[in-house]
């Protein structure tokens, strides 16, 4: 199949990538061929297959509901880009 | 012109009242400093998984129950992906393909009509953090101390045709979370939040309209304001010929209407698929049969055994049975002198608007149940007028305590003694001579005028069917 | 004290044990080599030298502590693997000042059983490559050949350990990224079962696919570091709450392969080997018979899928996981960010590489409405018959055998324009993390023709690493040494 830059603008909005024109236009290509060569899936008979998202077998495992603090808001701020010591801080949301 | 329908679904959003965070361990606590109930797990810092707090599953479990849901013995979590500054992952963890509970109902009664609503599912998800919009600087601040905390959502059938019934199931579930133990219900604070779907179609038809989601509705009294006025507005559109949007539309309580958030919110596409962090939860018939002991009397049933037990009417019965503590105290009063229908009125009158004025809860009372039941008491045994009763009870009330010592230290006890009331009597008779002869003449509605005159002169201690008594002797 | 760097990391145990070595000479011995061969493998982003010093010099004060079992050891962490106090980059520029607050459990388990951490091994961007080549910040060359990949995702491990820079090194795995480094670089190197090793800590590629484990030189090597960190970890939902083995016993006890049954999937021996790895592992094979092992063929016949099914998986999971690295909490934000939507997208067009781009872009897609059942949930179907055909081949062998690459280590540039290219070397490694199973590749000769390492891999039954780390460990005293790469 074939993957335009337009559908790669597209994917790359929703996962906040901002893509320069030539660039797009080698990734939406290679992501073509890429899809393309993901296609031979649809030779797999998978008629009735349960799918398998995790080899885990085990069943999710339960915590106590126990409260605990185990660092210092000092260490959750420690690498913030922009923080006043209580906030993270970001450039102002408008709406949305 | 054509007739419409509503037809409305909710979405409710309900904060567990667990101690710790659904997937970590920091506190859920409301009002501490901001990021302080933070850890790696809840800031989305590299590398750091979720494990899953078993009191949520309980809760979550518990409120399946309670509305008749079928629980699935095995649920997914999946990840909801969106970019926002409080979303620390940049996806919510939620369920989404195989929720924990299905196919419940709620029984609500509007206009003493019964009606039940069909609950499509509950799920268990995280909460995100809050944004703060600065006013006066370019910035917005982040507080992660509420981001992972753990929420229900109850997803209603579009069963509800009026705002009345959606307040009606909304009161409902929230009293039932309430005497769950398992969210506190406070609007306020946003521990139980719902969001509307509403659309209209001609009556009689099948389909359904085209619907707008409502958000932001935060209390009984919007929920009712805002799905009125989208009523109505939806109706403008259909009758100016206009088409409905699919849309999201924020409630603005200030102006009473709903405006779309068309343009401000991008599409979106959330790529569901299952959290590989956290496998599959199995839920234990064992701890379920456990849950489902625990269970408490749920409000419906409640409302009934006071129906039938304590011949209540139904709506004060469902007045005192919506709030979990209220019903108790009630019991407890009851407990201790057994006139239920009494003191609902007591409950029902003074003791309701003084809650309301001082913006007090039933747990929150100084007012003891077993002293609110002695009041009740003390007026039925003629020891204090009803009258005398209400008079003292915003004191009984603000600081609580014995009213029978109340009534003794400030003197008010009625007089019941026929002697003492019959020179009472004798001095107002003596000194209305006119009355006394116009009465006697055939002015029987003077009766009133003497009965005045003596609680004038006894400060209101008079018993009054004593009084009564005397009084047409004296004047025959 | 070079003779130091030539004891195996359980030799080097006895020799810190009865103080014919201490801590400080094990350390010291080992920054020396780092000093010598750093600048031509170029292998780790960051070392710890002082600390390391600092902290052996306080354990010779101390003496040494039988009850830890890497007590004194130097060993170097990939770094995508959080430790505390020391940056931790996945070699990418998003995270280029991140130093984490916390410890990642595989790491505290090592620091805890006396390891030293010398310092963080270089890698492919977040683990997306088979190179080492989409590192932000410098490309590891192979200590056998410098103008060869070191191989990937762990290139800078699998380097630092072939050029005796350390004793044992982590890796994570998702697709092939311990094998392939270690079958390149000529060392030993252990994918566990999926849920042996907590990945608490460990940044998060393919969830569902990530093991971290252990390369170093030898088997036995490679099995005490796997005892220190194998077990279930409360942090982690998907840590196994099981019993783990003692690794160490059944890997050093076992001298012969009597009755174990090997088997060789058809589909890894077929066309496509190079002839000297075909040679090597032919060799490989002959000695395990000669050991007393018995060969038999097997079928996995889905393996024509792999690589289409694995990439959708890992890439799908990588996209969301990578969501995190937005600039608000820490890591990199683009300075000329005006507001939220510059905020995200110059931080992470800046901040991520291309190949990062690319999956994210291709995993974003895969999940997205309309496609999602034609890409995600159908791969997720393959991926069950993908284990379903080692379960079976499980019912006539003990071990199953092959390759680890077609190819001995190739030229550094030479795949590096084509993606899909590169993505197809890894045809032998990731059915192994779809299917969750143990495997180990361990170097078994040089090419004929490269005179480059070539590697074996072994796969076992799921918690079955016993086994395949004894059947290593007696197959490589029957295969002639490939020693020291002359740096």
């Not at chain 2, 790529?271 to 409000?299: H, N």
């Not at chain 3, 010598?36 to 600092?54: H, K, N, Y």
């Not at chain 3, 840590?239 to 783990?244: C, L, M, N, T």
């Not at chain 3, 590489?353 to 034609?374: C, F, H, K, M, N």
């Amino acid at each position: 199949m074939k993957f335009t830059p337009q559908q790669a603008a597209k994917v790359a909005a929703l996962a906040r990538l901002r893509l320069p024109e030539e660039k797009l236009e080698r990734i939406a290509s290679q992501i073509g061929d890429i899809l393309n060569y993901m296609e031979a899936l649809e030779a797999c008979d998978t008629a009735g297959v349960e799918p398998l998202y995790s080899p885990v077998e085990h069943p999710t495992p339960l915590r106590a509901d126990v409260a605990e603090k185990t660092f210092q808001r000092s260490d959750i701020l420690s690498g913030a880009p922009e923080t006043d010591g209580t906030y993270f801080i970001v450039p102002k949301i408008v709406a949305g | 012109m054509a007739e419409y329908e509503a037809v409305i679904g909710l979405e409710v959003h309900a904060q567990l009242l667990t101690e710790s965070k659904i997937f970590c361990s920091c506190s859920t606590r409301f009002g501490n400093d901001p990021n302080e109930n933070v850890c790696p797990v809840c800031s989305g810092m590299p590398g750091v998984l979720p494990v899953l707090n078993e009191r949520a599953v309980e809760y979550a479990a518990k409120m399946g129950m309670a509305i008749d849901c079928a629980l699935n013995p095995v649920s997914v979590f999946a990840r909801k992906n969106y970019f926002y500054p409080d979303l620390p992952k940049g996806y919510q963890i939620s369920q989404f393909e195989l929720p924990i509970a299905e196919h419940g109902k709620v029984d609500i009664l509007v206009d003493g009509v019964a009606k039940t609503i069909g609950v499509t599912r509950i799920h268990m998800e995280e909460d995100a953090g809050k944004n703060i919009h600065s006013a006066t600087d370019n910035a917005s601040y982040v507080d992660l101390n509420r981001a992972c905390v753990p929420l229900i959502e109850i997803v209603s059938e579009p069963d509800m045709r009026s705002a009345d019934e959606a307040v009606a199931y909304l009161k409902e579930l929230r009293s039932i979370l309430v005497y769950l133990g398992i969210c506190d219900g406070n609007m306020e604070e946003g521990s139980f939040r719902c969001d509307a779907n509403v659309s209209i179609r001609p009556k009689g038809q099948e389909e359904f309209g085209t619907r707008a989601e409502i958000k932001n509705v935060n209390s009984f009294r919007n929920v009712h304001k805002a799905i009125e006025y989208e009523i109505q507005r939806q109706k403008d559109c259909l009758e100016d010929g206009e088409a409905i949007v699919q849309e999201t539309r924020l409630y603005n309580p200030d102006k009473n209407v709903t405006a779309s958030m068309r343009g401000k919110e991008e599409a979106h596409d959330y790529r569901y698929f299952p959290d590989p962090d956290l496998v599959p939860l199995k839920l234990d018939p064992a701890k379920l049969e456990q849950w489902k002991a625990q269970l408490p009397e749920l409000p419906r049933v409640r409302r009934q055994r006071f129906e039938n037990d304590f011949g209540l009417s139904a709506n004060d019965a469902a007045t005192i049975t919506a709030e979990r503590d209220l019903a108790d105290y009630f019991e407890a009063a009851c407990a201790a002198y057994a006139q239920p229908k009494k003191i609902a009125n007591w409950i029902m009158s003074e003791l309701l608007r003084e809650m309301g004025e001082a913006k007090l809860a039933a747990a929150q009372l100084k007012l003891a149940p077993s002293d609110l039941a002695k009041l009740v008491k003390l007026v039925d045994e003629g020891v204090i007028s009803g009258k005398i009763g209400k008079q003292i009870f915003p004191d009984l009330f603000a600081q609580g305590g014995d009213p029978e010592a109340l009534v003794k230290a400030k003197g008010l006890v009625q007089i019941s003694d026929s002697s003492a009331l019959e020179e009472a009597i004798d001095a107002v008779l003596a000194a209305s001579p006119a009355e006394v002869e116009a009465y006697k003449g055939g002015k029987t509605k003077l009766m009133g005028f003497f009965v005045g005159q003596v609680m004038k002169a006894t400060k209101g201690q008079a018993n009054p069917g004593l009084l009564n008594q005397l009084l047409a002797k004296k004047l025959s | 004290m070079s003779d130091i760097l030539s004891l195996s990391l359980a030799g080097l145990r006895a020799r810190l044990a009865d103080r014919s070595v201490s801590a400080t000479d094990a350390v010291s011995s080992c920054l020396e080599r780092i000093a010598d061969t750093e600048p031509a493998i170029e292998a780790l982003l960051t070392v710890t030298g002082e600390a390391a010093l600092t902290q052996a010099q306080a354990m010779d004060a101390a003496g040494p502590d039988a009850s830890k079992p890497l007590w004194g050891v130097p060993v170097v962490v990939k770094d995508a693997i959080c430790t505390k106090g020391v940056a931790t980059t996945c070699a990418s520029r998003i995270l280029e000042n991140f130093v984490p607050f916390y410890d990642a459990t595989c790491v505290a388990r090592l620091k805890e059983a006396g390891a030293i951490l010398l310092g963080k091994a270089n890698m492919d961007e977040f683990a997306m490559g088979s190179s080492t080549e989409n590192s932000a910040f410098q490309k590891t060359r192979n200590p056998w050949n410098l103008d060869k990949v070191p191989g990937g995702s762990s290139g800078g491990s699998g380097a630092t350990v072939a050029a005796g820079q350390c004793f044992a090194a982590l890796g994570t795995d998702t697709g092939g990224s311990i094998r392939l480094p270690a079958s390149f670089c000529g060392v030993t190197g252990i994918k566990p079962t999926y849920g042996r090793i907590s990945r608490y800590g460990v940044v998060a590629y393919g969830s569902s696919l990530d093991q971290v484990g252990p390369l170093a030189r030898t088997a036995e090597d490679c099995a005490v570091m796997l005892q220190v960190m194998s077990g279930h970890d409360a942090k982690d939902s998907t840590s196994a709450p099981r019993e783990v083995p003692d690794f160490a016993a059944q890997t050093a006890t076992r001298k012969d392969l009597k009755g174990l049954r090997l088997g060789l999937p058809e589909e890894y021996w077929g066309e496509g080997l190079t002839a000297e790895v075909r040679a090597c592992c032919d060799q490989a094979v002959d000695a395990a018979k000669g050991l007393g092992a018995v060969v038999v063929p097997v079928k996995l016949p889905h393996t024509k899928y792999a690589i289409a099914t694995y990439y959708i998986v890992a890439m799908a999971e990588a996209s969301s996981n990578l969501a995190r690295f937005d600039g608000v909490r820490y890591g990199f934000r683009h300075p000329d960010a005006k507001d939220l939507r510059d905020l995200y997208e110059m931080s992470r067009s800046e901040g991520f590489g291309e190949e990062v781009q690319r999956r994210i872009v291709l995993g974003t897609y895969v999940l997205s409405a309309g496609y999602y059942d034609a890409y995600y949930r159908k791969a997720a179907q393959v991926r069950r018959l993908i284990r379903q055909d080692f379960l079976d081949a499980f019912q006539a062998c003990d071990v199953i055998v092959g390759p680890t690459s077609p190819f001995t280590a190739f030229g550094l540039g030479e795949k590096a324009d084509d993606p899909l290219q590169m993505y197809l070397a890894d045809i032998f490694t990731i059915s192994l993390n779809l299917s969750g199973l143990p495997g180990l590749s361990m170097p078994v000769g040089l090419g004929q023709e490269s005179g480059l390492p070539v590697g074996l891999q072994m796969f076992g039954k799921a918690w079955d690493e016993g086994t395949i780390l004894g059947a290593a460990n007696a197959l490589s005293g029957a295969l002639p040494q490939i020693g020291m790469p002359k740096i």
